[in-house]
């Protein structure tokens, strides 16, 4: 295996992952690592052309070490539906196909190249990279004008991991621990719930700001600042979360290991060389910038022909989609009692997408020269504030049971189905709710 096979390593040295190290990893390492698979480099091994040996070594790990390798070929055959005029439809859904393992090599990458970093590093770049597919969907949808999409998008991945992914973990492993206590440290809870709050805060100012004004026209440019000194707020606290995550309070977001996984593996070591991991990471990353340019372009069409509104689409089938990689490793964890891993996961994705991915968005609109506010509308942010609230009161005793997760779970399947129903056209006036309660509702602020 990689441990007996030096050829594999470029920089000369090999190096081994110690016990200290290993019970850094981060949840999302952890969740990722629960889809791969270990590959037999028999074969390769015998190969005398050192350069053609690690070559085929390196797309042997990167290609064929994960379960979800079978989706691979979605990603060119999305390319080659779209070069030759396939229907909007299945580019789309190719797309979305191969996004899924992309995602998912990306997080094995990062933890590659953190073997060469140090963990502190590896943090970082795992913290940058972990949802680059939706920051990355998120730009191409701001370059096209598509602001709805962006905020559809955004939200959705947070109502995902908030309900879909931690209330699954929580009722597939109340199930299978029924006559086990689930317990989890509640610290890491505590720090995203309170981080989640403040997103909820700045989501919230803008629009009651322009429900309180008597008119939208006047508050649009308030509106608009607002949200952007709310961007830089929550920024601000995204990179205070970092130093308190990587530096100062590192032992509340370790994943810890049983004692019994520390006997079966005493060491690891890197299967692919710090170059290699960082050409492949480049690669996988302009793949994902390709096939999500694909995805925002073709969003309107397979809404058009499969008769489902886009607010559905870009808030349940894009997060979904995305990020069943990092969502089925969470469940499985769940599934071995490790709900520390699960809500690292759910809680640590929702947290960077409300403090980092959606404020960035914001300045990144600043700096194009395009009007993006925090204001995602009555029914959004009325969906994220319950979602939010009902994650906090879920997770408030340390403790976990499968009736917690089903409720969570019956939550996420209302706020689909409103979804599912809404088919309010992209680029419209905010929604008929708004405008049609805007006079009521405004005389009552000013009251």
Not at 52 to 60: E, K, M, P, T, V
Not at 187 to 207: E, F, G, R, Y
Not at 222 to 241: D, E, N
Not at 354 to 368: E, G, H, N, Q, Y
């Amino acid at each position: 295996m990689a441990s007996t096979e030096p050829w594999l390593m470029e920089n000369g040295s090999v190096k081994v992952l110690s016990k200290e190290i290993r019970h850094g990893r981060t949840a999302h390492n952890r969740s990722s690592s629960s889809l791969r698979k270990k590959s037999d480099l028999t074969l390769v091994s015998k190969i005398r052309f050192p350069c053609l040996r690690r070559c085929l070594a390196n797309i042997q790990e990167v290609i064929l070490g994960t379960k979800l390798s079978v989706l691979f070929p979605a990603i060119p055959l999305a390319i080659i539906g779209q070069c030759f005029g396939f229907a909007e439809p299945w580019v789309f859904a190719l797309s979305l196909l191969g996004l899924t393992p992309l995602a998912e090599r990306v997080s094995f990458l990062t933890e590659q190249i953190a073997f060469y970093t140090g963990p502190t590093v590896g943090g970082l770049l795992n913290a940058t990279c972990g949802n680059a597919t939706e920051l990355i969907i998120a730009i191409f949808a701001l370059y096209e004008r598509k602001i709805d999409v962006v905020k559809y998008s955004l939200l959705g991945s947070i109502l995902s991991n908030l309900l879909l992914v931690l209330g699954t973990s929580l009722l597939c492993g109340g199930i299978a621990n029924l006559r086990k206590e689930q317990k989890y440290d509640r610290k890491q809870a505590d720090v995203n719930s309170l981080l989640l709050l403040l997103a909820l805060l700045c989501h919230m100012l803008p629009l009651l700001f322009k429900y309180a004004a008597a008119s939208s026209d006047i508050t649009a440019k308030a509106t608009l600042q607002l949200s952007r000194a709310s961007s830089i707020v929550m920024l601000i606290g995204y990179f205070a979360y970092l130093v308190f995550q990587l530096w100062t309070h590192r032992e509340f977001f370790e994943a810890q290991e049983d004692s019994e996984d520390d006997d079966d593996v005493t060491e690891e070591t890197p299967v692919i060389g710090f170059w290699s991991g960082f050409a492949w990471l480049v690669g996988m990353t302009a793949i994902i910038a390709l096939l999500s340019e694909f995805v925002v372009g073709t969003i309107e069409d397979a809404s058009n022909s499969w008769g489902i509104s886009v607010s559905f689409i870009s808030i349940i089938l894009l997060p979904i989609v995305g990020n069943a990689a990092e969502h089925a490793g969470a469940i499985i964890f769940a599934f071995k009692n490790k709900l520390d891993i699960s809500l690292g996961v759910a809680l640590g994705s929702a947290t960077q997408i409300a403090v980092f991915v959606v404020p960035l968005c914001v300045i990144i609109s600043w700096i194009m020269g395009i009007t993006m506010d925090l204001n995602f509308n009555l029914l959004e942010t009325g969906s994220l504030a319950l979602a939010i609230i009902a994650t906090a009161f879920t997770l408030q005793d340390g403790t976990s049971h499968y009736m917690k997760g089903f409720v969570l779970l019956l939550c996420y399947f209302v706020i689909g189905a409103c979804f599912f129903v809404s088919n309010r056209p992209l680029d419209a006036d905010p929604n008929g709710v708004k405008m049609g309660l805007q006079s009521s509702t405004g005389r009552v602020f000013r009251a």
